[in-house]
């Protein structure tokens, strides 16, 4: 996968019909991240955004961190389940800022213990939930790809 600093302006997919974002966990094996503890309020909520993925592709991506990276990598939160290495999510911020993140941000999250920017936490804990009807409004309009993608 691509490595892009935090808080960078997205451009992963360049074709991609999306507003402007910064990126979140764009992680790789090469570069340092900051690293802690957050709030199991955060990743039950980072858990529905990845329920919520876009911008799917057609493989996975292995993490680059892990001694014995796993194809897909497959993520369990009780008695669910997720694919995780090929697709996107979409957290709104405060002032319309979108953060774009790999759905392995969970994985880095509960795994890695990554740390991500105070600001993307909140966005995630505070911001409109992937479960509302106006996040899938906005994820229909915005980030659904188009037929010849």
Not at 26 to 39: E, N, P
Not at 44 to 51: D, R, S
Not at 60 to 79: L, M, T
Not at 113 to 140: C, E, M, R, T
Request: net charge negative.
């Amino acid at each position: 996968m691509a490595y892009y600093p935090d808080l960078s302006r997205y451009q992963y997919f360049q074709r991609a019909l999306n507003p402007p974002s910064l990126t979140i966990g764009w992680l790789d094996g090469s570069h340092d991240f900051a690293v802690g503890s957050v709030d199991p309020l955060f990743v039950e909520q980072l858990w529905l955004y990845c329920q919520n993925r876009v911008w799917s592709t057609r493989g996975y991506h292995e993490c680059e961190i892990c001694r014995e990276p796993q194809w897909p990598h497959i993520a369990k939160r009780g008695d669910e389940e997720l694919k995780l290495g090929s697709a996107e999510i979409r957290v709104l911020g405060i002032g319309n800022i979108i953060y774009a993140a790999p759905d392995l941000i969970y994985h880095y999250v509960v795994d890695h213990q990554y740390l991500p920017p105070q600001q993307f936490i909140d966005a995630v804990v505070n911001g409109l939930s992937p479960a509302s009807d106006q996040y899938q409004a906005l994820k229909q309009k915005l980030w659904t790809p188009p037929a010849s993608f």
